[in-house]
């Protein structure tokens, strides 16, 4: 499987233009909200080194599976490259930080401080960003969906739209072979439901429509997923619909796997494009 899965990535790196090349930067910072040194990835699109343009940036939260340095496996900057090259999507910068098994949470680590507050900030100091919210997306696979959707409701005013690839968004609960039941973020002792109910997206629900901030959203998943995810995909866009959200849907033949997500980014990533400010560049010339 793996085998084969280079094997399309490299045929697809033939395929695209040599004249459109993007180029991933390993980074560290040091971050005061984890008490540590913070590695992330960055995707900067072809042609950012010789243009004075500013891009819009996409974070995105891998999951439990999904290590930030995966780039052979999911070939982001092969299809991102591609689609540039066909002249079908922006130049967007992309931000791929290491969140380890944090589920995005202040537990043991204030990841989601630091995710909230202090990667954007370090982003928008060391490169040309599009300012505001309207330059800003972010989107996550699996646990990194759970972390994205949280991180977009609790601050609706930072994110132009949110894209979700298998999210890990169970309710009322996760199965019995979800990875939820096995981290100490849900509990100490052991998986406590009340903990992740308090967590999970429903109970954000009134703050969020409180806030009265529109927020387009993508959600994505693979038909057999092993964890049941469709149908809890299925039941996030109808709950974004009846509270008068646009919301976009789509379940493709796979499971929980890298071939799924692979078929899912672009479009997840050309939605989020989309909604991110008129204004964004195209050529980054």
């Not at 084969?4 to 695209?16: G, I, T």
């Not at 370090?122 to 959707?149: N, V, W």
């Amino acid at each position: 499987m793996i085998a084969r899965a280079k094997l399309l990535v490299l045929l697809l790196a033939f395929a695209v233009s040599p004249l459109v090349a993007g180029e991933m930067r390993e980074q560290s910072m040091e971050s005061a909200a984890l008490g540590r040194t913070w590695s992330y990835s960055v995707y900067l699109p072809d042609g950012y080194d010789g243009s004075t343009a500013r891009y819009p940036v996409i974070y995105l939260l891998p999951g439990l599976s999904v290590r930030r340095g995966d780039w052979l496996e999911l070939a982001l900057p092969t299809l991102v490259d591609a689609q540039i090259a066909a002249g079908t999507m922006k130049r967007p910068i992309v931000v791929v930080p290491e969140i380890g098994a944090s589920w995005g949470i202040d537990g043991r680590e204030r990841m989601q401080t630091a995710l909230a507050e202090e990667l954007p900030a370090e982003i928008e100091r060391l490169f040309r960003t599009m300012p505001g919210r309207g330059g800003r997306a972010i989107a996550g696979i699996s646990a990194g969906g759970f972390a994205a959707l949280r991180l977009a409701m609790l601050h609706p005013d930072r994110y132009a739209a949110v894209a979700l690839l298998s999210p890990a968004i169970y309710v009322p609960e996760p199965p019995a072979n979800s990875g939820a039941r096995r981290s100490a973020v849900f509990g100490a002792h052991g998986f406590d439901p009340a903990i992740w109910q308090a967590l999970n997206y429903p109970a954000l629900l009134p703050g969020f429509r409180a806030a009265g901030v529109s927020l387009p959203l993508y959600v994505g998943s693979g038909t057999a997923d092993a964890l049941g995810i469709a149908a809890h995909a299925i039941r996030l866009d109808a709950v974004w619909r009846e509270i008068g959200m646009t919301a976009q849907l789509r379940l493709i033949d796979g499971g929980h796997t890298y071939a799924v997500w692979r078929a899912l980014l672009v479009d997840a990533l050309g939605f989020l494009l989309h909604c991110t400010d008129p204004d964004a560049v195209r050529t980054g010339r």
